[in-house]
């Protein structure tokens, strides 16, 4: 049957010589397999529906019991233009879309988690949002069932900790900007991670070179002024 759903494409891999395979999150069908045939032939019209972290509605073709979808047509929504004209955005934008990618099953539908990614996504279009990953990863956790909000580390104030689980976005980009107190929560959020499943977050990386970059441009700043 032909399904239309909201939906943010989480990643995508060449399959045979001309087709993509991309992992949607969808509202209504949660995460699904969808295959594109033909998108990387030149003047391919539906190309864009692959690239990750772009906000659409899906039109797919979906039978019952299939493992892959096909699809077939569709609208963007929105493509985040500022994140991905901004290097570290998009690493933070990979990051939130890896994130869901490894803690969440195969079509079982999560509205909530849906509107967690959606709202991430759009802080870090608006505005430089710092605390977008740290927020992002704890509300994911807790959403899955096994949240750290009883966990606070001791670098970060209990009153941070509790914004970072439940302020509105736009509160949380007024916050004032602590590195050390960001390292501490993402460390955790990391360590849990990894404790839960086999596979590491790849884009994790980037984002720990992205802040090794930042205190060296930081230190080169102080010695200059």
């Given at each position: 049957m032909i399904v239309v759903t909201d939906g943010i494409t989480l990643s995508r891999r060449k399959f045979r010589e001309y087709d993509r395979l991309a992992m949607v999150f969808t509202?209504?069908?949660g995460r699904l397999r969808v295959r594109y045939i033909g998108v990387d032939r030149p003047k391919a019209?539906?190309?864009?529906?692959?690239?990750?972290?772009?906000?659409?509605?899906?039109?797919?073709?979906?039978?019952?019991?299939a493992e892959?979808?096909?699809?077939?047509?569709?609208?963007?929504?929105?493509?985040?233009?500022?994140?991905?004209?901004?290097?570290?955005?998009?690493?933070e934008a990979f990051?939130?879309?890896?994130?869901v990618l490894r803690l969440t099953p195969e079509q079982q539908p999560s509205p909530e988690k849906f509107d967690l990614l959606a709202g991430?996504?759009?802080?870090?279009?608006?505005?430089?949002?710092?605390?977008?990953t740290l927020a992002f990863g704890l509300r994911l956790l807790e959403d899955a069932g096994f949240g750290l909000r009883d966990a606070c580390p001791a670098e970060v104030p209990q009153a941070?900790?509790?914004?970072?689980?439940?302020?509105?976005?736009?509160s949380l980009r007024l916050l004032p900007f602590d590195a050390a107190r960001q390292r501490a929560g993402a460390s955790l959020v990391s360590r849990h991670i990894r404790g839960r499943i086999d596979i590491g977050i790849e884009s994790e990386r980037f984002l720990i070179?992205?802040?090794?970059?930042?205190?060296?441009?930081a230190g080169r700043e102080t010695i200059l002024s």
């Open positions: 509202r209504d069908f019209k539906l190309r864009a529906f692959t690239e990750p972290f772009v906000r659409a509605i899906f039109r797919l073709y979906l039978r019952a019991g892959v979808a096909t699809g077939v047509g569709g609208a963007i929504e929105c493509v985040y233009p500022a994140v991905r004209a901004d290097l570290h955005s998009t690493h990051y939130c879309c890896e994130l991430a996504l759009g802080a870090l279009e608006d505005a430089e949002h710092r605390w977008v941070l900790w509790t914004d970072l689980h439940e302020a509105e976005w736009s070179d992205d802040a090794g970059r930042q205190t060296q441009d």
